[in-house]
C-alpha cells in the first residue's frame, strides 16, 4: 500500500517496466525510433526553410507538423530512456518538472489535431477554389491560422494543467511511463470531478471539431472531384488528400484507444504500448509520407544528391 506523503515535491515515475532480458532490445528500438523522428523532423524542417520553392501555403502549414513532433518527443523519449537504465526505485522526477513534461505531451497531442485541421482547410481552398486560392491563402491567413492552431491548443491545455497544479497531492507515484495529466491529478486524494468533467469535455471537442472539420472538408473535396472531368485535378487531389487522411487516421486511432484503454484499468500494458506508438508512428510517418508524395521536396532531395555526386568528380 502506498504511504501517503502531502505536496511533495519529489515524485517518482513508473516508468516502462520491461524483463531483464528485453531490457536493451527495447532500449535499443527507442533509441533509434527517437533519432529516427529527430533527424526526419528537423531535416523536413529544415529543407522547407532554406529551399524558397517550398515557400508555399501547404509547405509551411505543414512545418508546424515537425514542429509539434520535436516538442512532443524531445522531452518524452530522452526522460523514458533515461529512467529504462535506472532501477524502479532511482526514477525520480521533480513535481516542476513533472508539469512541464505533461504540458508538452498534451501540447504535442493537441497541436497533432489542429495543425492537421489547418492542413485540411488549405487542401479544401486549394482543390474547391483553385482560382481564388492565391486571394485567400494569403500570409496574413497563413499567421493566422498558425497562431490558432497553436493559441487553441495552449489555452486547452494550460486549463487542463491548471486544474490539475491547483489540488492537493497525497501521493507521489506517477503510474505511467511519462508524466500526463491523468497521472497528475490521481496524485490527489481531493474530489477530481472538475478535472474529469474538463478532461473529458477537452477530450470530445477535440475530436468533434477534429473529425468534423476532416469529413466537411473531404465530402466537399470528393463532390468537387465526382463532378469535374478535370483528371489532373482528381489526379492531384488523391494524392494530397490520401496522405493527409491516412496520417490523421492513424493518429486518430491511437488517440482513441489511449483514451479508451484509460477507462479500463487492468489493461494498462497495453494503454502504455499505445501512448509510446502515438509518439512512435505518426512522428516517424509524417515526414516521410508528406516527403514522398511531394514532387518539390523529392526535387530538392535528388538535386541535393546529384550535386553531393557530382563533386567528388571534380
Known amino acids: 500500500m502506498e504511504n501517503y506523503t502531502y505536496n511533495s515535491f519529489t515524485l517518482q515515475l513508473e516508468g516502462l517496466n520491461v524483463s531483464k532480458d528485453s531490457t536493451y532490445a527495447v532500449f535499443i528500438f527507442l533509441l533509434f525510433s527517437y533519432i529516427l523522428i529527430m533527424v526526419t523532423n528537423v531535416g523536413i524542417a529544415v529543407l522547407i526553410f532554406i529551399d524558397k520553392n517550398l515557400h508555399q501555403p501547404m509547405y509551411l502549414l505543414f512545418c508546424n507538423l515537425p514542429l509539434s513532433d520535436i516538442l512532443g518527443n524531445s522531452i518524452f523519449f530522452p526522460r523514458l530512456l533515461i529512467d529504462m537504465l535506472r532501477p524502479p526505485s532511482e526514477r525520480l522526477i521533480s513535481y516542476y518538472e513533472c ?23 488549405d487542401r479544401y481552398v486549394a482543390i474547391c477554389n483553385p482560382l481564388r486560392y492565391a486571394a485567400i491563402m494569403t500570409n496574413k491567413m497563413l499567421v493566422k491560422l498558425t497562431v490558432s492552431a497553436w493559441g487553441v491548443a495552449f489555452v486547452l491545455v494550460g486549463i487542463l494543467l491548471g486544474l490539475t497544479v ?136 535528388s538535386k541535393l544528391f546529384v550535386s553531393k555526386k557530382v563533386l567528388p568528380s571534380l
Open 166 to 301: 491547483r489540488l492537493n497531492r497525497c501521493k507521489t507515484m506517477i503510474r505511467s511511463p511519462y508524466c500526463n495529466n491523468a497521472a497528475l491529478f490521481k496524485l490527489s486524494c481531493e474530489s477530481a470531478l472538475i478535472n474529469d468533467v474538463y478532461g473529458l469535455t477537452f477530450t470530445v471537442v477535440l475530436f468533434t471539431a477534429s473529425i468534423g472539420s476532416i469529413v466537411l472538408t473531404y465530402t466537399k473535396i470528393t463532390a468537387v472531384c465526382l463532378t469535374s472531368k478535370n483528371k489532373s485535378l482528381n489526379s492531384k487531389a488523391l494524392k494530397t488528400c490520401s496522405t493527409h487522411l491516412v496520417v490523421y487516421l492513424i493518429m486518430a486511432f491511437n488517440g482513441i484507444s489511449i483514451i479508451t484503454l484509460y477507462r479500463f484499468p487492468q489493461y494498462s500494458n497495453y494503454r502504455k504500448l499505445c501512448s509510446i506508438l502515438f509518439h512512435i508512428i505518426p512522428c516517424s510517418l509524417n515526414p516521410i509520407v508528406y516527403g514522398v508524395q511531394s514532387k518539390e521536396i523529392r526535387k530538392f532531395l
Open 99 to 121: 508539469v512541464v513534461g505533461a504540458f508538452t505531451t498534451h501540447m504535442f497531442g493537441t497541436t497533432s489535431h489542429t495543425v492537421l485541421m489547418i492542413m485540411a482547410f
